[in-house]
Nanobody, 114 residues
Framework: VQLQASGEGLVQPGGSLRLSCAAS????????MGWYRQAPGKQRELVGS???????DYADSVKGRFAISRDNAKNTVYLQMNNLKPEDTAVYYC?????????WGQGTLVTVSS
């Protein structure tokens, strides 16, 4: 399986952005998928995840602002980010949950700044 996150962007505080993660492989639909992020100088952290059936959970820092969804027919998982804050600035990655080392991709950069 290969995972590729996309949707990089520079947005102002309060803005929105949607990231996509495209996966190869027909067994994608059975995976619990997670979105992770790594801010400058900080460790990578879990943003949230979604089960194969569509149940989601989120880190407290993004709850109510971010939403994860998936389209199993397209082998794609999405991260809708609303009301973005400067502290959301990070490189965002998708991976299984729990993460599998060999599935880390390059990530996609989100910068929140005025």
């Amino acid at each position: 399986v290969q995972l590729q996150a996309s949707g990089e962007g520079l947005v102002q505080p309060g803005g929105s952005l949607r990231l996509s993660c495209a996966a190869s492989g027909s067994i994608f639909r059975f995976y619990v998928m997670g979105w992770y992020r790594q801010a400058p100088g900080k460790q990578r952290e879990l943003v949230g995840s979604i089960t194969s059936g569509g149940s989601t959970d989120y880190a407290d820092s993004v709850k109510g602002r971010f939403a994860i969804s998936r389209d199993n027919a397209k082998n794609t998982v999405y991260l809708q980010m609303n009301n973005l804050k400067p502290e959301d600035t990070a490189v965002y990655y998708c991976n299984r949950r729990p993460a599998v080392d060999q599935f880390w991709g390059q990530g996609t950069l989100v910068t929140v700044s005025s």
